[in-house]
């Protein structure tokens, strides 16, 4: 059983490590379009972005979407999101971080909202698998708290402690998360939020995902 004395940096996936803007606003707008809603703009999805994702669609619609509304939606959101993944690829620099955090003697690993069983052979895909010490995503229907997520997957890696571990994340629930487990939290702005909607949280925000580490090495220190 071995025990991380160094940090470790508990990984985001969608618009973190995963660069997917483009299917993310396309498959948000489609679901949209099921309803007879208006398309928007990566800004405006950014500046209203929040999680549960119904919450993200009361703020667009005016009231929270029925349950046959969400049903649909999510369907939508998800058969469009996997047909264009596929043109995504990983964040600038992400690959060379990864190696270079693990080379360094320290552990990561990857806490995702996204479907388990989509984001394992997708990580697999990317050749970045064997950096983790662990791989979640999501079991349970989608829509809910990364908070509790974040227990379940601390508490699975033996020997890291949350006041060492810094989250990696896009959004503000990462750093929600964050402080339920008593971990830290930076978020980048290459994802979902907006600059100005991630420094409301009150965490260190960045542009890049080496800013990211580097603040992470810091705030573990």
Known sequence: MGTYVSAHIVWDWNGTLFHDNDAIIGATNAAFAELGLEPITLEKYRTLYCVPVPKFYERLMGRLPTNAEWEVMD??????????????????????????????????????????????????????????????????????????????????????EPARTVII???ADDAVAARHVGAQAVLYTGGSHSRASLEEVGVPVVDTLAEAVAEAERLAA
């Open 169 to 171: 994340g896009d959004a």
């Open 75 to 160: 369907a939508v959101f998800h058969r469009y999101y996997m047909l264009h993944r596929v043109r995504c690829g990983l964040t600038e620099g992400a690959a060379d971080l990864l190696a270079g955090w693990r080379s360094a003697g320290r552990s990561q690993s990857l806490l995702s909202m996204y479907g388990h069983d989509e984001l394992v052979p997708l990580v697999r895909g990317f050749g970045i698998e064997t950096h983790f010490l662990r791989v979640d995503g999501r079991t349970g229907p989608s829509g809910g708290s990364k908070a509790e997520h974040m227990v379940r997957h601390l508490r699975a890696l033996d020997g890291v």
